[in-house]
């Protein structure tokens, strides 16, 4: 498809402050190096650490030791890999390939073992691996469990991106919020967030609806607005993995029509969050077991997760050269991108 023209991402109106840990930009330097060193990039390494993702962590986690922000944005870079190397094979065609790589990393994620030899030295299983045991280290059993579940989700969910593109039918607009919930990829990197800043809250705080809720806001947030940042990209390659796009296809918008109407969803997701955040509050101080180290925590987490939003946005528009990149724009893979790192047998 042709590049989208005069195309400009909108004001979402975040109503949120936002504090960046001061190591940001170290973070990112040590994260890229870290890519390098585990060869999961081999070139054009520069426009690798354009993404940002010591200042995504940093702005996430500005209050956490900087050795969590530095583990988080090796975790994002780790991340940011593997979606483009999963993007990579699907447009080659090898999509088979990616099964081998997946089952060892799930197997790593259940077992802390690889049976393969060979799928062990896989860039992408060595460098999980490595993650994994520093991330899961930190972590309480319960927040373990949750990052352990957290993580299958995340590979399923490319799995159906997959099979999207892959002919099996455009996904409705409901369908297509829930997938993007976990296709993001955030909620492992809550957990990791949520530890990084010596919070564990029980496991039936997690669990209440009222927390589930503003959980599912957050994420729509964060996803609805970067499916709007990169939606020339997606546009241009064909990839209907996108709100924008759906919006367009299923209500018959045009596509600036559609980037104005997930604006107003976003919008009215924000007005949503704010009520819902309201609710927990109200429902944690009716409860007489909430005493106040329980529900100074839940404030925290609530702050963070405002951190989230606000700052994902920022670092879209001001830190990430990812979306204002040509090549991009263009639909076309990032230079980085191994072709030979999964390669079908």
């Known amino acids: 498809m042709p590049p989208l023209q005069n195309f400009s991402v909108p004001d979402f109106h975040l109503p949120f402050g936002n504090a ?15 890519v390098v060193r585990h060869e999961l ?5 520069d426009q690798f650490a354009g993404i940002g993702c010591g200042h995504l962590a940093g702005r996430v986690s500005g209050d956490a030791p900087y050795e969590r922000v530095l583990l988080l944005a090796q975790w994002m870079a780790w991340s940011f890999v593997l979606d483009d190397q999963h993007d990579h094979l699907i447009r080659k065609g090898e999509v088979a390939a990616w099964r081998p790589v997946v089952g060892a990393i799930t197997e790593y994620l259940d077992t802390g073992r690889i049976t393969s030899p060979d799928l062990a030295r896989n860039p992408l299983v060595s460098g999980f691996a490595e993650l994994c045991d520093r991330i899961l280290a930190g972590l309480s059993p319960d927040a373990a469990t949750r990052y352990r579940t957290h993580v299958r989700l995340v590979l399923a969910s490319l799995d159906q991106e997959a099979g999207n593109r892959g002919g099996s039918g455009r996904p ?12 993001s990829q955030i909620l492992p990197m809550m957990d990791m967030v ?7 809250l029980p496991q039936y705080v997690h669990e209440m609806r009222e927390l589930r809720q503003l959980v599912a806001s957050v994420l729509d947030v964060i996803s609805w607005g970067n499916d709007v940042f990169s939606l020339p990209k997606e546009h241009s390659c064909g990839d209907t993995n996108n709100l924008v796009s759906l919006v367009a296809a299923w209500e018959g918008r045009s596509l600036p029509d559609a980037v104005r109407a997930v604006e107003q969803r976003i919008q009215v997701r924000i007005e949503e969050y704010l009520a819902g955040r309201r ?8 409860d007489p077991s909430t005493d106040p180290p329980l529900r100074d925590a839940v404030a925290r987490y609530v702050h963070s997760c405002e951190d989230w939003m606000i700052g994902a946005d920022l670092w ?4 990430c050269t990812r979306y204002r990149d040509e090549r991009f724009a263009a639909g076309l893979e990032s230079a980085y991108t191994r072709p030979d790192l999964v390669s079908v047998a």
């Open 194 to 200: 949520e530890a990084g800043l010596g919070l564990d």
């Open 20 to 34: 960046k840990h001061p190591l940001a930009a170290r973070a990112n330097a040590e994260a890229t190096s870290w």
């Open 279 to 286: 609710r927990l509050f109200e429902v944690l101080d009716a």
């Open 172 to 183: 409705t607009v409901e369908e297509y919020i829930l997938l993007r919930r976990h296709s």
């Open 41 to 45: 990039v081999t070139s054009a390494v």
């Open 316 to 319: 879209q528009r001001y830190e």
